[in-house]
């Protein structure tokens, strides 16, 4: 065992950069998944009810996301869309643009799969006591949707928070930035790599948590 | 008759030696060091060792354009490594009678001490500190931090632009431990982008994401070179610092032989040479040194 000697002192004196870039980190992931979510409630309904025309570009969508490393998506929208001189959108901004986009190709999915999932019989019930087409998606069908998914709508949660990682290539100042940064400044690779580890780990399990206890408030069909 | 001279330097620091090594006895690594290996380095300048291997040893890397780096055949090239095949030429009459030992820069010192290789010649920094372990040759470049723009698309075009511009302007650079005290020292309202790598920097700065990329002063001058016209340098260069070879220290006679190679390169009967191997990595055309003085009143 190679002896290295802790020095959490370089933590502490950094802890307002790494309490910054959680909550950074954070609303990066919040804002992509709300974003997404619009997304993937369209495309959803697109893809289920769709006529062919409005199915298939939604399919190519959701399945070119999927099928793409993130990190090159992100750094298609931050360094290759000025080159086709679109340069609109400052670095925050591409990113929040790309993990909406993925988050939406992921929600598109999760939705698909919880319209699918609602029984015939609701729809049937919601059409014989006289609602219109839209009333019936906004209080029957959406609903029970929602409660379907949220199990998988934490996990997206989860895993975008993990995917705001990926915003260090952009210079964008998260957990996984400011790690490295201390690290190149002060040479204590243990200490800040552990501290950003620590901080993800214990983020996500919070989320976890607190998810897990609305799902068992609203997730059950009973 | 140099013999004689090397009889009599050998007695000299032969006793300095030993009451060097006396001296750092508690040190330990000082009395690892095989007896055979110093009393031969102490009584023969390396110079004549060199002479008698038929090839020299040189300390340097394989990944830092335009320094020391491989071509597409994986061929070392650089302005290193035309210092080190000018060496060869001078000592054997065959600038391929070279053998480069690559390593990182946290080797350059260790193996000249323990004498894995002749000389350095790794853009090596010249610092005080150094300059106690190791002994350094005349420089053979200044080396400075400067801006490179955008020649056609970016919003500046000038250091005094940029710098009028205060807080509107971002800087790119490598993330490292003076990027932001560098930047500042020459703009000091400016915002800092820190990138993991010198292409994502240098992509930043061809996306226009950011307004300059803050690079080696050598590195700006080569990525010039590389895609003519479509960088140009701010004009202002900061940070200073000289780039020499390193000998192991004690042995003159073979720390002057190179100094005089690199003099001579410099400003003498190797100018063509070095104005040649200049011209390739930085693209600049020396001006051909002052004929007709001593060198003082060139």
């Known amino acids: 065992m190679i002896q290295y000697y802790f020095d959490w002192s370089v933590i502490w004196r950094n802890a307002d950069r790494f309490a910054y870039a959680l909550g950074l980190g954070l609303s990066l992931a919040v804002i992509s998944l709300f974003i997404g979510s619009v997304i993937g409630i369209a495309c959803a309904m697109a893809r289920v009810y769709g006529a062919r025309w409005l199915s298939w570009p939604v399919w190519l969508y959701v399945e070119f996301i999927r099928n793409t490393p993130l990190l090159l998506l992100v750094f298609f929208v931050y360094f290759g869309l000025p080159e086709l001189d679109i340069s609109y959108l400052d670095k925050t901004q591409s990113f929040i643009l790309t993990l909406s986009l993925y988050a939406g190709a992921y929600m598109t999915e999760v939705f698909r799969a919880g319209l699918a999932s609602i029984p015939k019989s609701y729809t049937e019930a919601a059409k014989a006591i006289g609602l219109r087409p839209w009333q019936r998606q906004r209080y029957v069908v959406l609903p029970v949707m929602f409660r379907i998914t949220l199990p998988a709508f934490s996990n997206n949660l989860i895993s975008l928070f993990k995917d705001t990682s990926l915003a260090a290539a952009i210079a964008i100042p998260e957990l996984t930035f400011v790690a490295r940064q201390i690290n190149a400044n002060t040479f204590r690779v243990m200490e800040s790599w552990l501290a950003a580890s620590a901080l993800y780990l214990v983020t996500c399990y919070v989320i976890a948590s607190a998810l897990r206890r609305l799902e068992r408030r609203y997730a059950a069909i009973r | ?298």
């Open chain 2, 1 to 298: 008759m140099d013999e004689r001279k090397d009889e009599a330097g050998l007695v000299r620091r032969g006793f300095f030696g030993l009451s060097a090594v006396g001296a750092a006895a508690g040190a330990g690594l000082g009395l690892m060091a095989p007896a055979g290996a110093t009393a031969q380095t102490l009584g023969k300048s390396r110079l004549q060792m060199i002479k008698e291997r038929g090839r020299l040893l040189v300390g340097t890397g394989s990944t830092n354009p335009p320094w020391h780096f491989e071509d597409a055949n994986g061929q070392l090239q650089g302005m290193d490594i035309d210092l080190a095949r000018l060496l060869a030429k001078n000592l054997f009459d065959d600038p391929t009678k070279v053998e480069f030992v690559l390593q990182g820069s946290d080797a350059r010192i260790p193996s000249l001490i323990t004498d894995k290789v002749d000389i350095v010649v790794q853009w090596m920094t010249v610092t005080a500190g150094r300059a106690q372990q190791v002994e350094f040759t005349i420089p053979y470049y200044r080396e400075g931090v400067s801006l490179l723009l955008l020649a056609r698309g970016g919003k500046y075009k000038s250091f005094d632009e940029l710098k009028s511009a205060g807080n509107t302007v971002t800087i790119g650079g490598m993330q490292n431990v003076f990027l932001e005290e560098w930047v500042r020292k020459a703009l000091p309202q400016a915002k800092v982008d820190a990138f993991e790598s010198p292409d994502a920097t240098l992509q930043a700065l061809n996306a226009r994401r950011v307004d300059a990329y803050l690079a080696d002063q050598s590195a700006a001058r080569w990525l010039m070179q590389q895609t003519p016209g479509r960088f140009i340098d701010s004009g202002y260069g900061w940070m200073p610092n000289s780039y020499a070879s390193a000998v192991k220290p004690g042995d003159p006679v073979w720390l002057n032989w190179v100094n005089t190679v690199y003099k001579e390169a410099m400003m003498g009967v190797d100018f063509d040479y070095f104005a040649a191997s200049y011209k390739k990595w930085f693209g600049i055309e020396l001006p051909t040194p002052k004929v007709g003085f001593p060198t003082e009143f060139a």
